[in-house]
Nanobody, 114 residues
Framework: QVQLVESGGGLVQAGGSLRLSCAASGNIFSIHTMGWYRQAPGKQRELVARITVSSTAYADSVKGRFTISRDSAKNTVYLQMNSLKPEDTAVYYC?????????WGHGTQVTVSS
């Protein structure tokens, strides 16, 4: 079993920054993908960024502002969010894919005020 715990959300003014963390525990294999998704009220959950052993990918809406990184030794993934906009307001979820199984965290709220 795998557990994911997100932290780092909060309230920030537009133009500000936040850093999200997602710590994974349990049966974690070396080859896996981790990512951040978000869901705003009334909208579908969408990919923000994901990271594999060798690559990263970002949604067009966050390119140049958000950076995903990982500490493999700690099984932790981070999302550095800069130049935040009100439209970034959402619940941010961490996801881990391994061995054809998907695991989700419970989410952390990010609110950007204008």
């Amino acid at each position: 079993q795998v557990q994911l715990v997100e932290s780092g959300g909060g309230l920030v003014q537009a133009g500000g920054s936040l850093r999200l963390s997602c710590a994974a525990s349990g049966n974690i294999f070396s080859i896996h993908t981790m990512g951040w998704y978000r869901q705003a009220p009334g909208k579908q959950r969408e990919l923000v960024a994901r990271i594999t052993v060798s690559s990263t990918a970002y949604a067009d809406s966050v390119k140049g502002r958000f950076t995903i990184s990982r500490d493999s030794a700690k099984n932790t993934v981070y999302l550095q969010m800069n130049s935040l906009k009100p439209e970034d307001t959402a619940v941010y979820y961490c996801k881990l894919d391994q061995l054809n199984r998907v695991y989700w965290g419970h989410g952390t709220q990010v609110t950007v005020s204008s």
